[in-house]
Every structure is written in structure tokens, then in C-alpha cells.
């Protein structure tokens, strides 16, 4: 009997056909989902029961989900590295094993990240914009040579971070409490990184980057507090997930010159609502949570999600 497989990756999505060929040639029945961004603990109910495996996106996989698809689930294949959306701990206890990519998109996500860095503290798309209006500004930057990179997060991300702003000339602070406890980094290139508590990073930062998962624990880890330590001429990158950053606080920040820009590819709630006022204020640079979109990882993580998806079929 064909096995049954659940599809609500959006990035497999958009390649419907190839995935359907490729699965179809494994002996697999794949149903595609309709998908916007991810599906709600609502929309995943309507399909329980249905399915021998699931290749899955950002889908709120709570434990009622997850029961509600058991006993007939044999496990999920995650498309991509972060797997914050899926109640792990009721994964565990269900016995519903979670196989993702982790550290795929270390490169393509560190290139974005001192894409905005370069952005914000050159002006880039300051001039850009003012350029075709017919302008021709001369804004003074402050660059990145010299200053201060403060990482949250010192995992495959964050490291690529920060090789790349070492290149530029930075100095490297991390908040990594994990992996300060075993010591830090002892060897290569970012041996010298120096580790330190949350509270000094922000306010010695020139800028403050995050690439860290999301958890329970650290939602809203840069709020009103943080904010005002920084400093007024530094930035906040945000390519880890949105919920990291109190964006109520950070627009109250940015509204009142208290840091000088910021750089995200990640929100609170996305799509970004058309009424947000972080699609009006200058000095802030917008992504689609596409930092990740770099063709090679891409390929990479559709291989070995198909290759995940085959380990939890038996095959």
C-alpha cells in the first residue's frame, strides 16, 4: 500500500511537480496542503489521521496535533533548520521522531545579515532611494571597520556572522550562555571571541545581531531595556525569528532616535501588516524572512529533507 505523505513545506510547494514526480517514483502519495505562510493548529487538525509521514514547514505542530495524527504519523520531516513551531517535548514524549537540516543555512543567512550591516551603516539604500527621485545625498557613515559586532547567538549562524565581520575589520562580542559554559570557542579564527552577559553586549555593541532559535524563554529578549542601553548610533539586525524583539518597543526606539536603524528579515507577525509603522520609518531595512533563499542551501535541504522523509518510511 502506498505510503501517505502530508506536504506544507511552502519552499517544496512552489516546486509541486518536481516533488510529486520524485515521491511518486519512492511508491509515496504525497498531499499537497493549501498553504499561505504556515498552517494554523486549526488547519493541521483537518488532516489528521490521514498520513504515514509529514514533510512540514513552519506549521504550529502542538501536541494536539501531534495526537490527533497518531497512531497512524511514523514522523515529520521539518524542511529547513528551525523547528521552534513544533511542540518537541510532546514530539518526545508521543515518540513522533523530528528530523530537520540543522546548520543549512549558516552561509546564506551570515550574507544577509552583513548585507544589512553594510546597508544601514553606509546608507545604501538611504541613497538608492534618493538617487531615482533625482537627489544626489552625501551621507556620512560610520561602516563597519573598528567597530563593535555583538552576536546573539554563537551557533553555525552566528559563527558565519562573524567571519564575515571579522573580514571587515570588527571586533566580536557573543551571548551564547551554552556554549560559554563549555568554554567557547577554543580553536581557528574566532578563538579571540569574547563572551559576556546580554547586558553588556547590548550596550557595547556598535551592532547588535540575532541568530538565535526561539524559545519559550527568550521571546522578547530585546525590549524596552535593551534598547535604551545600546547605543544611539547603533543598529539592530534581526535574522533569527521575529518574536526575539519586542517590535512595539523597537518601533518606540527608532521613533525616538534612541538607536539608528535596524535591520529585519524577521517579524512578529508575517506577512509584515500593512499597517505597521516599520514600513515608514527611514534607517530600517525590510526583509521577507528570505534570508535563508540562497539556491545551493536550497538544494541541499530539499535533498536531505527527501532523504529524512525516506528514514522515517523505512526506506
Not at 535541504?301 to 525516506?310: I, K, Q, Y
Amino acid at each position: 500500500m502506498s505510503k501517505q505523505v502530508l506536504v506544507s513545506s511552502l519552499m517544496m510547494l512552489k516546486e509541486r511537480a518536481r516533488f510529486e514526480s520524485e515521491m511518486a517514483a519512492k511508491g509515496w502519495t504525497p498531499v499537497f496542503a493549501d498553504v499561505d505562510q504556515f498552517l494554523s493548529e486549526e488547519q493541521c487538525l483537518q488532516y489528521a489521521g490521514r498520513f504515514d509521514a509529514w514533510l512540514a514547514g513552519d506549521d504550529r505542530i502542538t501536541r494536539n496535533v501531534l495526537s490527533a495524527f497518531l497512531p497512524r504519523l511514523k514522523g515529520i520531516a521539518k524542511w529547513g533548520t528551525g523547528v521552534d513551531s513544533i511542540d518537541l517535548a510532546a514530539a518526545r514524549e508521543l515518540q513522533v521522531p523530528v528530523l530537520n537540516t540543522a546548520g543549512a543555512f549558516s552561509e546564506a543567512v551570515s550574507e544577509v545579515a552583513l548585507g544589512y550591516m553594510l546597508m544601514l551603516t553606509r546608507h545604501l539604500l538611504e541613497v538608492d532611494r534618493a538617487v531615482r527621485n533625482g537627489e544626489w545625498p552625501k551621507p556620512c557613515g560610520l561602516g563597519l571597520y573598528g567597530r563593535v559586532c555583538g552576536l546573539i547567538g554563537f551557533g553555525a549562524i552566528g559563527q558565519g556572522i562573524a567571519r564575515r565581520a571579522k573580514g571587515c575589520g570588527m571586533s566580536i562580542l557573543a551571548y551564547d550562555p551554552p556554549l560559554r559554559a563549555k568554554g567557547g570557542v577554543k580553536d581557528g579564527p574566532l578563538a579571540e571571541t569574547e563572551f559576556v552577559d546580554l547586558n553588556r553586549l547590548v550596550a557595547e555593541s556598535d551592532i547588535v545581531c540575532l541568530a538565535c532559535n526561539l524559545t519559550p524563554e527568550n521571546r522578547h529578549m530585546i525590549g524596552e531595556k535593551q534598547l535604551k542601553a545600546m547605543k544611539n548610533d547603533a543598529i539592530l539586525v534581526n535574522v533569527g525569528r521575529g518574536p526575539l524583539v519586542d517590535e512595539t518597543a523597537l518601533i518606540a526606539a527608532l521613533t525616538a532616535g534612541e538607536i539608528a536603524g535596524a535591520g529585519l528579515d524577521v517579524f512578529e507577525v508575517e506577512p509584515l501588516p500593512a499597517g505597521s509603522p516599520l514600513r515608514r520609518l527611514p534607517h530600517v531595512v525590510l526583509g521577507s524572512h528570505n534570508a535563508n533563499n540562497l539556491h545551493s542551501a536550497v538544494e541541499y535541504v530539499h535533498s536531505n529533507t527527501m532523504n529524512n522523509l525516506a528514514r522515517i518510511l523505512g526506506q
